[in-house]
């Protein structure tokens, strides 16, 4: 039997990591750069050169309008955006991620996947995950399996030791989404008990939150005068997220905007900060207590509090779980790593790899999926928007329901259900999924009955039956191939799109990210320095025309050198 | 094998208390399955894993027979008294099987900072909370019993203080008491509504309680909160001259009937969309409009019967010197619809309708109490009000009494009611369980089989004011008008709360379990009443079915 090759991916709001399951270990691969995680960052330029990861970064600083991050956040939704004349869906920003991830497992073992495990977190809706899917393919990956990922981080998580443990909690807040997942395990089933979250919290808000604060302090400066605001925003962001991170080890860091050789800079404390970020912190609290009120369980109960994400690493972050939970949470994963060996666990349990004959993954559903229904009140009024839960949060997959329903009206002749997931008691405000009619005989209001069921399979489908009895007629849907189905010609066209697009050969990745390293910081920095950057970039310009490796290999360094030494000093 | 009964014979072992064994039962069994082809199978297994676990988790028969000893103390009405009891009632003493029914500000609102620890060690700014807590229990509660009427100045100060340092306790507390004070907080505040009122938007500013609006899993407490908050927030924008509905709203608000001139002035559309639109989601702002303004409004044709309103309006002029306010208030109410029809009808109907209207507005307030009027209970449900209204006015002749009929109608109201309105429908069964077993008889026994003909309660002056309160909300939410669905619901009754009820009702789980099954069973009046105390102790975490089977 010959299988394609199966990976694991985690596809982040910031950054992106693959691993594979290889002698009985997951193991992360590494990217051109030799950096296990990839930024989520996409750059074009006009004649369709693209830079996905770390050189896209630097080129949001000179080129913001052709350059995008945290596109995961649009996902499910039909924004799309424009990169130097080309415009592209998040599944097309995902998918070229996806692909440059596939490139650094194709250089790493010299078989290219074909298949992959991607995670999304727990609280993506079914859209979000319709969209996942579809990246998925655009990239040439067929998605064997989307897993939440704070279920791979659990998986990471107890088979480092491979030993029961009582329900734990995994508190995973990424860059952009947030997921909180009750796990307990125990003869090498992994049972989740619930998860919730938030798919609109994250670092980026925080970030976010911080720009706003420094905002009004910067604006008067003489520096951000007749500056684009795509451009400030962009500066804005790269230098919000800089601040956050450093005010992760200090109680103050300095947030510097520099711009064509004028900065503006302004003092952050770690207190003026939780302050400003409370209402953020506020929202942690919610899903935390939804997913516990959902199982059960009891936060004293609880054996840990594991961190995965980025953002967990943020002190204002550990200081609310302490409080919350009323002891130190867990930090013995990898925040950045958990995720992508968990898919690649998810991955080796697919493909039957060895080490892992005993271990049997269980997960929940993480919305309420049903369908709208109509009364009339006791006014006589009528009302058609009434949500009908079939299967409600939390309950574990695979599952099956079925709910009885009436027809309303006097010889009605046939009954629309709307599929919908959600939480709210009005559908209007839930998501809808699909809608499916059948004719039912005319008889007085409530003589019909109509049953409908819906089946939820551990991969994610919703199967739906409606079925007539006084007919016998049935009518099925399966939510996730109707979608399919209708976007298999969307799939072939994104490709072809893809494909025109040029991407710089691997061996010159290196050399692609160090210019775009170098020209970011001769943007931003002024007079002598930048002097020095221009001289040192001309250089290593020269040694690339030479295309002598052994050249370009010494001026790419010494470059390199330069600009770690530029970075160590503050810029201002 | 296949001897060993559920669920044992799913797991395949013989029963034990190993949980290990349990849960490697279930691994093995899980392993060898592929749970998408075998869905049904699967939900099984897990039912059977966690039935397992529970037996496993029970203390074992021996150990429990010291506590069968007093059973025939259990049910006694020994402790049964209707005075205030002045102290502090703790959780601790909830769980004792034979509590007294308290309704003491104290008791039903236990201060939510101790937790269920029955001798917690607090820290100072606990202990501080926990004084905030009882100064809005005094608030709130003025005299230790429940009020309607707004608080004073001084009073307001004081409470939002109070509120402030329990505000401030939640930010700081760990998960499990921010979640116990938010929770006590809501459950408060809806319970002591409309005194209540000024607390709201501050607390609900910590808590966002708005958030949670519209949510399946929305709070019951909360549910009717967050519909007050927007109704405040509704007042507040109506009353700005800039809002749509603003000249609807000081049209109605002014007093006194609405003349041709008005009609003019304001749509009739507006109108109708202001009053559909406040009855549907915000009826106690109907309280702030003039109710004469709003029903001649509603009688009144459009502005072509113009000729006419002014006739009907000298006509209205007549009677009101002849009779007093109240009363025209409920002729008026009768003659509008109808209109032209009474014209040829001599005038002593008129004042005939207007005894029958005192005699309705006598029954109303036996039911609802509180100076409730007939027009009142047709406002709030036009239907009940049909059916009451002929209740009352064949008097001896009616098959059933009308307060009985309220009563058989909110017990029957399990399928149309919504989550808050099933814990007031829990709140009444606990209510009359308590009477029943005071009394000597099978009125319990009636009580539980939904027949209530008959049953004269006996309840004292604070229990009805309760019944009178708790009717109230349910006529309301417009579920006294449902028609009483017959036939048995079935339910489970999830693990945790067979563990509450066995500890309430101090029985041993077979005879509790016997007493489920079997409707007669001598004990099946005190399980119920254990249960009905269970379920209203943790409204929150019961299943839908649960709540409506009670």
Redesign the interface.
Known sequence: MTFGMLVGIDLGTTNSAVALWKDGVPQLVPNALGRELTPSAVSLAKGGQSWVGEAAVDRMATHPADTVTSFKRMMGTASTVTLAGTTLTPEDLSAMVLRSLADDVEAATGERPTEAVITVPAYFNERQRRATRRAGEIAGLEVKRLINEPTAAALAFGLADKGDREPFLVFDLGGGTFDVSIVEMFDGIVEVRASAGDNRLGGDDFDAVLARMVEPQLLGHAALEGVSVTRRDALMKLAAERTRRALSTSEKAEFVLTIDGKSAGTMVTTEAFEEAAAGLVRKLRDPVIRALRDCHIDVKSLSDIVLVGGATRMPVVRKALTRMFGRFPNSTVHPDHAVALGAAIQAGLLSGGEGLEEIRITDVAPFTLGVNTATRDAHGVFHDDIFAPIIERNTPVPVSRMERFFTLGDNQRQVTFAIYQGEARDVKKNVKLGELTVPVPPRPAGEVQVDVRFTYDTSGLLDVDVAVPATGLTRNMVIVDEDDRRSQKDIAESRKRLEKLKVHPREEADNVAMLARAERAYEGFTGHVRDVIGHALTQFQGALETQDPRLIADARDALGQLLDEIDAQSPL | MSRRAFPWSRLGIDPTKDTGAI??A???I??ATN??DD??G??EL?RARDHALWLAAQPDVEEESAGEEDEGEVYGLGSLDDDDDDDDIGLGDWDDADYPWDDSPSAQHPDPVSGDDPAPELTEAQLRAQAAWNTMLDVLYPDGEPSEEAVTHEQLETGLAALGVLIARAE?????E??ALDNALGELFARTWPRSAPFVEPANEAF?WL?EA?????RYALRFLNDRLKGMRFHEKVQQPGHPLHKAWAELSRPGRAGFVDRLRVRRLDIHRLL?GIR?RYPELESLLDAERVRSWENGGGVAEGASNAGRGFGGALLFVVLFFALMRGVAALMGPTGDDDAGKPPLAEVEAALKTAELDIAADRVFGKGFKFADVRAA???FAKTFEALVSIADKAPIEPIDYARTQAIGASQVAANNELVVRADLKSLWLNAARRLPGDACQKLMRGDLRKLDLKLTDKEQSREQALLRQLLEA?VL?NKAEGGETRYTIPG?LIEAMLKRSGLSEERLVAALRNPDSPDRCGVEFALVEAVRAAP??VPKEVLKGL
């Open positions: 849960r490697k279930y691994a093995d899980l392993r749970l998408d869905i049904a699967y939900a897990r700081e507390a760990d998960l499990l921010h979640d966002h958030g519209g949510a399946l899993e929305e559909t549907e449900d036009p239907n417009k008008s945790w929150g975490k």
